[in-house]
């Protein structure tokens, strides 16, 4: 296929900064073309990758393709950045759990798999065909703009010795260090002195891991030595008599003893290799029309895997901005300044964490600021002044002092110390006790200092580090920080066919947030965003639905003929428990024997025969409902009743708790699964079966405490600031007409219903409610009663010759209050 003479999106580069964008923008229908000067598969170096690269595959469906390849996966990472120094490992099952695994690449291979995905998804994709030049068209009402105008066509040479041209409406370069906007034609990179270091590298073949037999094994390692600029190797070079890079190499790598170790008994497999590692910046990511990232943007020392991340980041923010300002839902230098900000916002998080760990390796003076635009960083630093400053509100200023810059870089340093993860936990549960369990509601100053003072120098010591932790790794775990961010009023809409920039909603935080165990574990970014079940279904593999409307066609079956329910559990508690049914079950009518007598041994003597002996019957605290041995309870007795009850009760309710403790071995599952209310509230559940579900493995009590489900994402539910994947989701949330909720109704001046069954303003909305209703103790009696007398509505409904699919019965408020009267 020849390269076409037009397209919507030219992107330059189809590494992963310019594949990931295309696959962005080719799943939203945009005519997209990817121009790649090398042949496919090529040499890059830059293997290690962060665990947030999962969570953008998934966005675009690539993971699981990806995932099967095979590549080497890794479960953190170690750090030693000074010698005499105990390692630091980050742990990303701890953050993101067993599927929060990262990965260490052949380049060579996953470079490919996603340019090649690229065209899978619609993009038309060309390796071996090098942008010779862009041509620009001057912008009018910008003739003193310093940049050459729009770019409106590149013309290419393919190695094959074909040439030509192509025409589009946006250009994406990411053309890597070679920067063709960047470079050639705006030629506004800036290089920082800091961080001109000179890499040298090569590939060994050994069976040796770092960790082997723990949980660390197999994880990349990262030692410290004495890093030197250019100027510094070089005099080093000199002095040692102008060894060989092979020879300065090895005598470098006595630097490094863990790293020596590690490669005892190793074969060196290649050649070394040797680059300069300059660190860079640019003026502008988005001039007219064109979005710049990635390396021919920007370039960090990649001390922390930043590479593929920021390439992956900004091939994000380019698809969202460019899919913005094609549909016109904001003009173009709104959408590209987004762009822009985006980038030097995520490359200044690893500028301040790659500056704050030179400055330990080094040891030496704090790097210098030179290549950071000042209000970049003063976007950065004004993310981690409500913890240094302890304020949310603090003023901005437009400059920054050398003081706070260096009261920056100690705090960021603070996230390579190691925390043991029973300190951790411990820490978590006392701050827990303490109240800090979700982002703040708008605790006082006051409030906060009563926290720290509770806390122990050593607690405190490890509330900073992990603080400095979450607040210096962008999105390392999952997308949804990228979603949140919000610059200029506005953030990124992730949604298949919407992709795009839309006004943002942004919680107000308190500092007690700061001090959250959410936020400190770094599970969950720091806003969640609004959000409905709708977010699930999208989705893959995903099913939803309600007990309202109950989808046979997804849980199997049919109305008429439903899935099969099986026991779960020991063979000997099924035959107990069919056995036990065949005593009772064995005539018609046995199911309203049972129910009659549960009835009377509620309101009859105690010494009446307890035909059911199934545990309820003891419950002698519910009789409070109705009375007591045969007779109704007056006004005036029924303080005294209920205190009564309670105390009879009681020693049940207590039993009942111990047979949870009994039946559930893990101790903090068993006391969130015992009831502490009273026998006549909701009925506690204590049946053996039922509480042994949650020994098995792949059942998880998740306890909200009475707070809810906090929002739905694509992969399940967050709740207590986790998020818990699930493949099936069913709700049994009530019930809504005309976006007005049957619970604000009951919260409203109007509420009440007519039997107990129906209530005004819900058509054909049935239900068994002790709400103007009966009521016993006995629930399965009074919604016997309640579901007859619904049958029978229904009944009389259709016998009036309505079409079935037509026939409406509804309440008349009159009618529901006269019924209350």
């Not at 103007?772 to 919604?783: D, K, R």
Request: aromatic share 10%; net charge negative; charged share 25%.
């Amino acid at each position: 296929m020849a390269v076409p003479k037009e397209c919507t999106v030219l992107v330059i580069g189809g590494g992963p900064a310019g594949s990931y964008a295309a696959c962005c923008l080719a799943r939203e229908g945009v005519d997209t073309v990817v121009l790649e000067a090398d042949k496919f598969p090529r040499y890059h170096i830059g293997e290690s990758t962060l665990p947030s690269l999962r969570h953008f595959f998934k966005f675009i469906d690539f993971d699981d393709q990806f995932n099967a390849h095979g590549f080497f996966k890794t479960n953190g990472a170690v750090f030693r950045l000074a010698q005499g120094q105990p390692d630091a490992y980050t742990d990303f099952f701890a953050a993101g759990g067993p599927d929060g695994y990262a990965w260490n690449l052949l380049r060579s291979e996953s470079d490919e798999l996603l340019f090649r995905y690229a065209g899978a998804c619609g993009a038309h994709i060309f390796d071996e065909t090098k942008v010779d030049a862009v041509q620009f068209e001057q912008i009018t009402s910008d003739a003193k703009a310093d940049h050459p105008g729009r770019p409106v066509s590149a013309t290419w040479t393919c190695k094959n010795g074909t040439f030509g041209s192509v025409s589009f409406k946006f250009l994406v370069d990411a053309s890597g260090r070679r920067g063709v906007l960047s470079n050639k034609y705006l030629q506004n990179r800036t290089f920082n002195p800091n961080f001109k270091n000179v890499a040298n590298w090569g590939y060994w073949k050994s069976d040796k891991l770092y960790g082997v037999g723990t949980h660390m094994e197999g994880s990349p390692y990262f030692e410290g030595l004495q890093v030197q600029d250019q100027k510094l190797a070089t005099e080093k070079r000199h002095a040692s008599g102008r060894p060989s890079t092979l020879g300065f190499y090895k005598n470098v790598l006595e630097l490094a003893p863990k790293t020596k170790e590690l490669l005892e008994g190793a074969e060196l497999v290649s050649e070394i290799r040797s680059a300069s590692d300059y660190s860079y910046t640019a003026s502008t990511y988005h001039p007219p029309n064109a979005r710049i990232y990635g390396d021919a943007g920007c370039f960090i020392d990649p001390l922390f895997s930043s590479g593929v991340h920021l390439a992956i980041t900004g091939g994000l923010s380019a698809a969202v901005t460019i899919m913005s300002s094609l549909r016109g839902d904001y003009d173009e230098e709104k959408a590209g300044s987004w762009h822009s900000k985006k980038t030097v916002e995520s490359y200044t998080r690893f500028f301040l964490a790659v500056s704050s760990a030179t400055k330990q390796i080094r040891t030496q003076h704090e790097p210098v600021l030179q290549d950071i635009d000042e209000e970049g960083f003063q976007r950065a630093f004004d993310l981690l002044r409500p913890i240094i400053q302890g304020t949310v509100d603090a003023d901005s200023r437009n400059t920054l002092s050398q003081a706070e810059v260096s009261k920056v870089l100690e705090f960021c340093f603070r996230a390579f110390v190691y925390v043991p993860p029973d300190k951790k936990d411990a820490l978590f549960e006392k701050l827990k006790k303490l109240g800090v369990e979700t982002q703040g509601d708008g605790a006082t100053a006051k409030e906060l200092e009563d926290i720290k003072k509770h806390l122990i120098p050593e607690e405190s010591q490890i509330v900073e580090i992990l603080q400095s932790r979450r607040m210096i790794r962008e999105d390392p775990f999952d997308i949804d920080s990228f979603t949140l961010d919000a610059i200029d009023g506005l953030a990124p809409n992730l949604e298949h066919g919407n992709l795009g920039l839309v006004m943002a909603k942004t919680p107000r935080l308190d500092t007690s947030h700061f001090y959250s165990p959410p936020f400190l574990d770094g599970l969950v970014p720091e806003i969640w965003k609004e959000s409905t079940c709708h977010t699930f279904v999208s989705g893959p593999d995903k099913v939803l639905m309600h007990t309202g409307r109950w989808d046979w066609f997804k849980s199997g079956g049919s109305q008429e003929k439903p899935n099969m329910i099986k026991f779960q559990g020991k063979r000997p508690q099924k035959e107990t428990t069919v056995k036990d049914w065949s005593k009772v079950a064995n005539k018609p009518g046995w199911q309203y024997e049972r129910i009659a007598s549960l009835d009377v041994m509620f309101t009859a003597k105690e010494d009446t025969e307890d035909k059911i002996q199934d545990g309820w019957t003891k419950m002698v605290g519910m009789t409070a409902m109705a009375g007591h041995a045969g007779k109704i309870i007056a006004k005036e007795e029924e303080e005294e009743h209920i205190k009564d009850m309670l105390n009879r009760g009681y020693p049940w309710t207590e039993e009942m708790r111990s047979r949870v403790d009994a039946l559930v071995k893990d101790p903090s599952t068993a006391e969130k699964l015992k009831a502490w209310y009273s026998g006549f509230c909701k009925h506690p559940t204590f049946h053996p079966e039922y509480l042994s579900l949650f020994n098995e493995p792949n059942v998880t009590l998740v306890d909200t405490d009475g707070k809810g489900v906090e929002a739905y994402t694509r992969n399940g539910v967050m709740a207590n600031g986790r998020e818990h994947e699930l493949d099936v989701l069913v709700l049994a949330t009530g019930y809504t007409v005309g976006l007005v909720d049957s619970c604000d109704k009951w919260d409203g001046p109007d509420h009440g219903t007519l039997y107990g069954t129906m209530t005004e303003g819900f058509p054909n909305l049935f239900f068994a409610s002790g709400n103007g209703g009966t009521v016993s103790q006995n629930a399965h009696s009074f919604y016997n009663l309640l579901t007859r007398l619904i049958a029978h509505i229904v009944k009389e409904t259709l016998s009036r010759g309505e079409d079935p699919d037509r026939a409406t019965v509804e309440v008349q408020k009159t009618s529901e209050d006269a019924w209350s009267e």
